[in-house]
Nanobody
Framework: QVQLVESGGGLVQPGGSLKLSCAAS????????MRWYRQAPGKERELVAS????????NYADSVKGRFTISRDNAKNTAYLRMNSLKPEDTAVYYC????????????WGQGTQVTVSS
């Protein structure tokens, strides 16, 4: 079955850093674009970052641009989100999403990992 497992979340102080990982299995990883979303309490889920299947193009939400970096290691079937200069407003559950190149409007979700930025 298709499986996405996020890890790396935790509690950090403002200005700190975290690196999230998304381990993928059950599908051809190299045929999928990867995305990171987040959802804060009482807020709608928002797209944070995306990366094309070959890793040649990335996109970021304005709120994280310059602070977050999405990457992927196709040999490891893993996507990453490096988060620097974290702010309290970055607090959310972060979700990994895999979208097939053939059907970019569809895809699979991971279970999420909690990121809390607080003093």
């Amino acid at each position: 079955q298709v499986q996405l497992v996020e890890s790396g979340g935790g509690l950090v102080q403002p200005g700190g850093s975290l690196k999230l990982s998304c381990a993928a299995s059950g599908f051809t990883f190299t045929n999928y674009a990867m995305r990171w979303y987040r959802q804060a309490p009482g807020k709608e889920r928002e797209l944070v970052a995306s990366i094309t299947s070959a890793g040649g193009r990335t996109n970021y939400a304005d709120s994280v641009k310059g602070r977050f970096t999405i990457s992927r290691d196709n040999a490891k079937n893993t996507a990453y989100l490096r988060m620097n200069s974290l702010k309290p407003e970055d607090t959310a559950v972060y979700y990994c999403h895999a979208a097939p190149n053939s059907r970019p409007a569809f895809g699979s979700w991971g279970q999420g990992t909690q990121v809390t930025v607080s003093s």
